[in-house]
């Protein structure tokens, strides 16, 4: 590989908090050398590749925290292949993997299957996740230690809660001890059953039955309580509710160490957005209410909640096209994020370095990887993007193989140009 | 009076008849002016006309139903329709088929009207997405039961005159009634004042942003009313997980002479069917001609339901 110089960018690396016109080199073994303003057209050596990048904006490629992907057992959602095409056309170079596949990620055997199909099939760095019980069953923990060693970097039992508060407990108590990174889906599953969209005045009037903001909030609740005791590395995948957000922020204010997520959808929706009962809009945790939105809103600019996530869960045609409470929950977003979460900074509702930092270098501060960063010596993995080019989300654009997205004809502004990993352009939108 | 919120859950299709939410007022008074017209048919000797001869009207029953069914089914040969009711417990669904693919099933068959009762919310919209003709909603989940609201409407205007000015309570089971959400958007278009009384288990969240007051104590929520609106407490529902037993439920929410008195004397009692006696309504009160008008409500349901055929029937 020749050295490259990316010149006449503006770099925005959120982990040293800089945003500042300059450039890019990327050595011969695809690692930045350097970047920054120091980086102009004068230093550049005579045989290395030049790419003039018109001013177009360079940031670490994205890390997604919260992806499924249809291998093993649901193929015809989504595979390696289309998942990694997906995320390179949205700038995103990191997943993380959720485990609730056919079967289940909760054994050894199968982390070595997915690192073997996530390097063939797919372009992008794959991080799996293997579930906290065997088969999710919120029971038995699975082997933290020897699936850590085999390059688990995370454990969650992905769509499903652990219910038991003494298998829990339990958990977090033996985390702990291995240093394993716990991430909870909190939701209550007495106060949720059968729940279908927020609960309020739209479920009143739409006739479906409501999931209560309480069965969020007292799952947050309980496991704060067990991490007094159990001080383990603590996740919260997802939060939907102001409430929710009420209680971590004073935990956090408590000096309490733990992270939590939130999915680009409850960021970006809100309930009024299911209209005439559209199902690619159920999603778990439910689009709440828009003073809920706002809550989250603001505690990405205020740090309560750390990261930003698709949530992207592929569903076919035969999950989605039924009456409201026989469809799957879930929708695609993994192609969509960064464009979607640029409306919050255009709109003017969120700070670009924040949202830029809640989808790289936190995420990867959270995981503990080397990636989010333009740091000296990191992998290249990078996303150069026109912060300001129209266009409208086209279902049938989308690279991911189901079409389920939330966002159908959506205008978004921010269209990701050219996506590197460990140096080489997978991606080109020219 | 009551307001009636601007906020529509869902967009108005005006082809189809899917919840009172998305009709306007020209539409009821249309339905209701039409309806009156078939009262008279319906008492005379031959019930017989021909205004929808050569239409074909398929009724889809996913849950079971004794009174709308042959109601909508009556009306539908009234009229001088092809009716046809699909008994769903023989059918594809239970083979698995979606509801999708019933849909366009029967769109081949050319029907002009399709009546249709399902367990789901939404599903008359779903279906009426695919299919070329008319959708009538006759009940859907816990959403919109429209016809049910409008016989009420009819039965109310036949002894009162009017519906505007006068005050309502909906008393019963509100949280898992399409029943109690059609009479409320139906009552307060038409100027009602609405109460609803139950037990705050059987409440849904912000109710009181549908317009109506909320009561937990019958004799308050009956003040001075004009209609008592019974409800049907399902079965299932009275052991345990939202009330603790139907004796208790009785006792305080079932309608009884003692309780009666705090709404006005010539009060009228209404309930959609079938009645649990003795556990929402005492059996002399559902008896006695002078004050309930339940079997008035089923036989007006005829005249509302050939109506909604007739005026539905030619929209698309």
Redesign the interface.
């Known amino acids: 590989m020749k050295e490259q110089y990316l010149i006449n960018a503006r770099i925005i690396n959120p982990v040293n908090d800089t945003d500042e016109i300059g450039g890019l080199i990327i050595d011969d073994q695809g690692k930045i050398k350097a970047s920054g303003k120091k980086v102009t057209k004068q230093n550049i050596s005579t045989n290395a590749e030049k790419i003039d990048l018109q001013g177009k904006i360079v940031i670490p490629g994205l890390v997604d925290m919260r992806v499924f992907v249809g291998e093993p057992g649901f193929e015809y959602k989504e595979n390696f292949r289309t998942l990694s095409e997906a995320a390179i056309a949205g700038g995103v170079t990191s997943a993380v993997l959720m485990p609730n596949t056919h079967p289940v990620i909760d054994n050894v055997s199968m982390v070595d299957f997915l690192k073997r199909r996530g390097r063939d099939k797919s372009k992008i760095n794959i991080f799996p996740t293997a579930s906290l019980t065997k088969n999710t069953n919120g029971i038995e923990m699975t082997e933290f230690g020897l699936l850590m060693k085999k390059g688990i970097v995370a454990f969650t039992d992905g769509i499903k809660t652990v219910q038991n508060p003494q298998v829990m407990a339990r958990i977090m108590n033996y985390a702990s001890q291995c240093n394993s990174l716990v991430m909870q889906h909190p939701e209550d599953a007495f106060l949720s059953e059968g729940g279908l969209i927020n ?12 999931i ?1 903001y309480l069965a969020e909030k007292i799952i947050v609740e309980r496991d704060l309580s067990f991490l007094e005791e159990y001080k383990c590395r603590y996740h919260i995948a997802q939060v939907s509710s102001k409430k929710t957000i009420e209680v971590i922020r004073k935990a956090k204010h408590d000096e309490k160490i733990f992270t939590a997520g939130v999915s680009i959808n409850n960021l970006s929706l809100n309930e009024n957005d ?4 559209k199902t690619f809009l159920k999603l778990s945790p439910p689009l709440r209410t828009e003073d809920d939105r706002m809550s989250l809103v603001n505690s990405i600019n205020d740090g309560t909640i750390d990261v930003i996530v698709s949530d992207h869960k592929p569903e076919d045609e ?1 999950s989605k ?6 469809a799957t929950a879930g929708a695609t977003g993994i192609e969509t994020l960064l464009p979607l979460a640029l409306n919050l900074f255009h709109n003017k509702s969120v700070k670009l370095n924040k949202l830029i930092a809640s989808l790289t270098s936190n995420p990867a501060k959270v995981l503990k990887i080397n990636k989010g960063t333009l740091n000296n010596g990191s992998d290249a993995d990078l996303c150069v993007l026109d912060i300001n080019k129209p266009f409208i989300v086209e279902k049938n654009l989308l690279k991911s193989k189901s079409k389920n997205t939330p966002i159908e004809n959506k205008k978004l502004q921010g269209k990701v140009l050219k996506t590197y990993i460990k140096g080489k352009m997978v991606f080109d939108n020219n | 009076m009551a307001t009636i919120k601007k ?1 529509k ?3 108005k299709n005006p082809n189809h008849l899917l919840g009172i ?1 998305d009709i306007s007022f020209p539409d009821v008074n249309k339905i209701l002016s039409e309806a009156k017209t078939f009262i008279k048919l319906n008492r005379s000797s031959s019930k017989k006309s021909d205004l929808l001869r050569g239409k074909t009207q398929i009724n889809l029953f996913f849950e079971p139903s004794t009174r709308t069914q042959s109601s909508f089914e009556l009306a539908g040969k009234r009229l001088g329709a092809d009716v046809m009711s699909m008994n769903i417990v023989n059918s594809a669904i239970k083979k698995g088929e ?3 693919d019933t849909a366009m099933t029967l769109n081949a068959m050319h029907p002009d009207i399709i009546v249709i009762r ?1 367990g ?4 008359p ?2 279906l009426s997405q695919k299919v070329n003709c008319s959708v009538i909603n006759a009940g ?5 039961h429209p016809t049910q609201a409008l016989l009420d409407a009819l039965t109310i205007i036949n002894r009162k005159g009017k519906v505007e000015g006068l005050k309502i309570a909906i008393c019963g089971d509100i949280l898992h009634s ?1 029943v109690a ?1 059609s009479n409320i958007y139906l009552m307060n278009m038409l100027g009602a004042e609405v109460n609803v009384v139950a037990p705050k288990t059987l409440l ?4 009181e ?2 317009g109506v007051k909320v009561f937990n104590d019958m004799k308050k929520g009956l003040d001075k009313c004009d209609i008592v609106m019974m409800l049907r407490l399902q079965n299932e529902r009275m052991h345990g997980s939202f009330l603790p037993s139907p004796r208790e439920y009785y006792e305080y929410f079932g309608l009884t002479q003692d309780k009666l008195l705090a709404a006005k004397k010539d009060a009228l009692i209404m309930h959609p069917g079938p009645m649990n006696r003795g556990v929402e309504i005492d059996t002399n009160l559902a008896d006695d001609i002078n004050r309930s008008v339940i079997r008035e409500q089923v036989e007006l349901g005829v005249a509302v339901r050939m109506a909604c055929l007739k005026i539905y029937c030619k929209k698309i």
């Open positions: 609960e309020g005045e739209i479920s009143t009037r739409l006739g479906l039955k409501g209560p299911i209209g005439d009962f035969e096209r039924l009456t409201f409470s026989q | 906020l859950a869902v967009k939410q979606t509801l999708i399902h789901d919310s939404g599903a919209n779903l859907d989940g816990r959403r919109e399409r959400r849904p969240h912000s109710i942003k549908l």
